[in-house]
């Protein structure tokens, strides 16, 4: 099936710092979400990203579908402890309907205070 | 308060011996998935329902069965499970699209299976 390559697999940073994250496929997608796993939970929608080229901020996370629509990154900007977590790229295929999405592997976030 | 539970949250057993895993929601979704998680293989689709009496198989269906008697009701069912199927499980539900953004997945809490 479809696979996305989600990068890096895990990230040691300290507290402030900035993170960048990103996802490619050989596969063109619909949508791209961004998914954040907080230990013990399933995972909430962080980001959705609708047409190529968008770029979408919450708060202090931003993410852009790229302009081939076979990519996607997400960037955290100065960060904090609770931003530790495992978040993943999501990517919906061009002809499939809403049940389907592709996950990526996940980024393991760790932050030292 | 809308959610999506599953239980049970945690579960050991031993091979061939058949389980189920409820999940439900309550907020009349019509679509309804399973999925696996996996250490560095993400979150893999095993089946999903698009309204009642309606399921088709993900991408890793293999092992797995799943009913669709009731719209809020979804379990996932292992006949006869193996130490591979050892995995933590997530359901999720989401609405019927309307438009040409395809609504939120919400996901359970998840259950972390173990197979001996």
């Known amino acids: 099936g479809q696979q996305l390559n989600q990068s890096p697999q895990s990230m040691f940073i300290q507290e402030g710092e900035d993170v960048s994250m990103n996802c490619t496929s050989s596969s063109i997608f619909n949508t791209w979400l961004w998914y954040k796993q907080d230990p013990g939970e399933g995972p909430v929608l962080l980001i959705a990203l609708y047409k190529a080229g968008e770029l979408t901020s919450n708060g202090r996370l931003t993410a852009q579908f790229g302009i081939t629509r076979k990519d996607s990154f997400l960037n955290i900007s100065a960060s904090i402890p609770s931003d530790v977590g495992i978040y993943f790229c999501?990517?919906?295929?061009?002809?499939?309907?809403?049940?389907?999405?592709?996950f990526g592997q996940g980024t393991r976030l760790t932050i030292n205070p | 308060e809308a959610q999506v539970t599953q239980n049970p949250r945690y579960l050991i057993t031993v091979t061939g011996k058949k389980l189920t895993v409820t999940c439900s929601q309550n907020m009349n979704h019509e679509y309804m998935s399973w999925y696996r998680q996996d250490p560095g293989l993400g979150l893999r689709q095993i089946y999903y329902s698009m309204n009642v009496e309606v399921t088709d198989k993900g991408d890793v269906p293999e092992g797995y069965k799943v009913s669709r008697k009731e719209k809020r009701n979804f379990p996932l069912i292992l006949e006869s499970p193996s130490p591979n199927q050892t995995s933590l499980y997530f359901c999720?539900?989401?609405?019927?699209?309307?438009?040409?953004?395809?609504?939120?997945?919400?996901f359970g809490p998840g259950t972390r299976l173990t197979v001996l």
């Open positions: 999501a990517g919906q295929p061009l002809v499939q309907g809403a049940q389907k999405l592709v």
């Open positions: 999720a539900s989401t609405a019927r699209s309307r438009g040409y953004r395809p609504p939120e997945q919400f």
